[in-house]
Protein backbone atom coordinates (compact mmCIF):
# COMPACT_ATOMS: atom_id res chain seq x y z
CA UNK A 1 0.00 0.00 0.00
CA UNK A 2 1.20 3.55 -0.67
CA UNK A 3 0.13 6.54 0.45
CA UNK A 4 0.95 9.81 -0.99
CA UNK A 5 0.56 13.50 1.37
CA UNK A 6 0.76 16.76 -0.83
CA UNK A 7 1.28 19.76 0.32
CA UNK A 8 2.42 23.47 -0.35
CA UNK A 9 -0.61 25.24 -1.98
CA UNK A 10 -1.96 28.22 -1.16
CA UNK A 11 -2.99 31.42 -2.12
CA UNK A 12 -0.62 33.53 -3.90
CA UNK A 13 -0.75 36.55 -6.16
CA UNK A 14 0.48 36.15 -10.26
CA UNK A 15 3.70 36.43 -10.58
CA UNK A 16 4.39 34.42 -7.23
CA UNK A 17 5.98 31.13 -6.94
CA UNK A 18 5.22 27.89 -5.22
CA UNK A 19 7.19 24.97 -4.35
CA UNK A 20 4.64 21.70 -3.74
CA UNK A 21 5.48 18.76 -2.09
CA UNK A 22 4.50 14.94 -2.31
CA UNK A 23 5.59 12.73 0.22
CA UNK A 24 5.43 8.95 0.36
CA UNK A 25 5.66 5.87 2.02
CA UNK A 26 6.92 2.68 0.81
CA UNK A 27 9.23 1.80 -1.90
CA UNK A 28 7.38 1.60 -4.29
CA UNK A 29 7.63 5.76 -5.12
CA UNK A 30 11.23 4.91 -5.18
CA UNK A 31 10.84 2.63 -8.05
CA UNK A 32 8.46 3.70 -10.54
CA UNK A 33 6.91 7.00 -12.30
CA UNK A 34 5.56 9.45 -10.03
CA UNK A 35 3.40 12.10 -11.34
CA UNK A 36 1.79 15.29 -11.31
CA UNK A 37 -1.49 16.66 -12.15
CA UNK A 38 -4.36 19.42 -11.71
CA UNK A 39 -7.89 19.97 -11.59
CA UNK A 40 -9.27 23.02 -12.37
CA UNK A 41 -13.35 23.24 -11.13
CA UNK A 42 -15.76 22.43 -14.02
CA UNK A 43 -12.52 20.59 -15.79
CA UNK A 44 -11.25 16.85 -16.28
CA UNK A 45 -7.64 16.20 -14.77
CA UNK A 46 -5.33 17.06 -16.78
CA UNK A 47 -0.80 15.89 -16.59
CA UNK A 48 1.22 18.58 -15.42
CA UNK A 49 4.97 16.80 -15.47
CA UNK A 50 6.32 12.86 -14.18
CA UNK A 51 9.44 11.83 -13.51
CA UNK A 52 10.67 7.95 -13.55
CA UNK A 53 12.97 6.21 -11.17
CA UNK A 54 15.72 7.40 -13.59
CA UNK A 55 15.58 11.20 -12.96
CA UNK A 56 16.38 11.39 -16.82
CA UNK A 57 12.85 10.39 -17.57
CA UNK A 58 11.42 13.32 -16.85
CA UNK A 59 8.42 14.85 -19.02
CA UNK A 60 6.20 18.05 -18.74
CA UNK A 61 3.17 19.07 -20.81
CA UNK A 62 3.83 21.04 -23.03
CA UNK A 63 2.05 24.31 -22.24
CA UNK A 64 3.79 23.99 -18.87
CA UNK A 65 7.41 23.10 -19.51
CA UNK A 66 8.82 26.51 -19.60
CA UNK A 67 7.19 27.26 -15.53
CA UNK A 68 7.08 23.64 -13.99
CA UNK A 69 9.81 21.99 -12.70
CA UNK A 70 9.57 18.39 -10.84
CA UNK A 71 12.24 16.83 -9.31
CA UNK A 72 12.50 14.28 -6.37
CA UNK A 73 14.74 13.73 -3.34
CA UNK A 74 14.95 10.07 -2.97
CA UNK A 75 16.00 10.02 0.63
CA UNK A 76 13.08 12.01 2.11
CA UNK A 77 10.94 9.67 -0.36
CA UNK A 78 9.35 12.98 -1.35
CA UNK A 79 8.86 14.73 -5.10
CA UNK A 80 8.68 18.59 -5.94
CA UNK A 81 6.36 20.32 -8.59
CA UNK A 82 8.17 23.85 -8.41
CA UNK A 83 5.69 26.59 -10.08
CA UNK A 84 7.17 29.97 -10.93
CA UNK A 85 5.58 33.05 -12.62
CA UNK A 86 2.38 32.00 -11.47
CA UNK A 87 -0.84 32.62 -13.33
CA UNK A 88 -4.75 32.59 -12.55
CA UNK A 89 -5.16 30.18 -14.56
CA UNK A 90 -3.27 27.85 -12.55
CA UNK A 91 -5.70 27.95 -10.18
CA UNK A 92 -6.39 24.16 -9.21
CA UNK A 93 -5.96 20.98 -6.93
CA UNK A 94 -2.31 19.46 -7.60
CA UNK A 95 -2.43 16.05 -7.18
CA UNK A 96 0.72 13.23 -7.24
CA UNK A 97 0.02 9.74 -8.03
CA UNK A 98 1.89 6.62 -8.93
CA UNK A 99 1.02 3.48 -9.84
CA UNK A 100 1.61 -0.29 -8.72
CA UNK A 101 2.45 -1.33 -11.97
CA UNK A 102 5.59 0.03 -14.01
CA UNK A 103 4.82 2.74 -15.77
CA UNK A 104 7.18 4.24 -18.48
CA UNK A 105 8.30 7.83 -16.91
CA UNK A 106 5.78 9.58 -20.36
CA UNK A 107 2.92 8.45 -18.60
CA UNK A 108 0.38 11.08 -19.20
CA UNK A 109 -2.65 9.69 -18.56
CA UNK A 110 -4.95 9.51 -14.62
CA UNK A 111 -5.74 6.35 -15.64
CA UNK A 112 -2.64 4.71 -15.70
CA UNK A 113 -1.93 6.06 -11.85
CA UNK A 114 -4.11 3.99 -9.51
CA UNK A 115 -2.42 5.60 -6.15
CA UNK A 116 -3.67 9.01 -5.77
CA UNK A 117 -2.96 12.35 -3.25
CA UNK A 118 -5.62 14.14 -1.28
CA UNK A 119 -4.27 17.10 -3.21
CA UNK A 120 -3.27 20.94 -2.34
CA UNK A 121 -5.23 23.56 -3.33
CA UNK A 122 -3.58 26.20 -5.71
CA UNK A 123 -5.36 29.58 -6.00
CA UNK A 124 -3.88 32.47 -8.02
CA UNK A 125 -4.95 36.02 -7.68
CA UNK A 126 -4.83 38.54 -10.43
Known amino acids: QVQLVESGGGLVQAGGSLRLSCAASGRLFLTNTVGWFRQAPGKAREFVAS????????YYSDSMKDRFSISRDNAKNTIYLQINNLKPEDTAVYYCATSSSFLTGGSQRPGQYNYWGQGTQVTVSS
Open 51 to 58: MGADVRNT
